[in-house]
């Protein structure tokens, strides 16, 4: 019973070493698709340009995504008819969020 224990807690010890990190990581280079359409930079400057804005609004861009994403499967659970309109809410947030960044950034 005890190895079974140890056993779960190294797992989940190892789950979160790999998704804590890979949020993280996409959380912050979430701005560059936004930064190569309007600003028509490479993928370099763009991923450093992302790195740059969303410094110190991870959280509050976590946020919103944990938003976007429950309001999402609320609307899938009411046969998908619904996701026709929360996909294009989660990327027009996500754009305003990318605006109101470049604006802090001024």
Do not use: D, H, Q
Not at 55 to 67: A, D, Q
């Amino acid at each position: 019973f005890v190895a079974y224990i140890i056993i779960c807690i190294s797992a989940v010890i190892g789950i979160l070493l790999f998704i804590v990190p890979w949020v993280y990581v996409s959380l912050r280079l979430g701005m560059v698709p936004y930064l190569i359409l309007e600003k028509k930079v490479g993928p370099w400057a763009a991923i450093k340009e992302s790195r740059t804005l969303t410094r110190g609004k991870t959280s509050n861009l976590f946020g919103l995504n944990i938003l976007l994403g429950w309001i999402n499967i609320l609307w899938l659970l009411a046969l998908v008819v619904g996701l026709f309109w929360t996909l294009p809410l989660f990327y027009i947030a996500n754009a305003i969020f990318y605006k109101k960044l470049l604006a802090l950034k001024k």
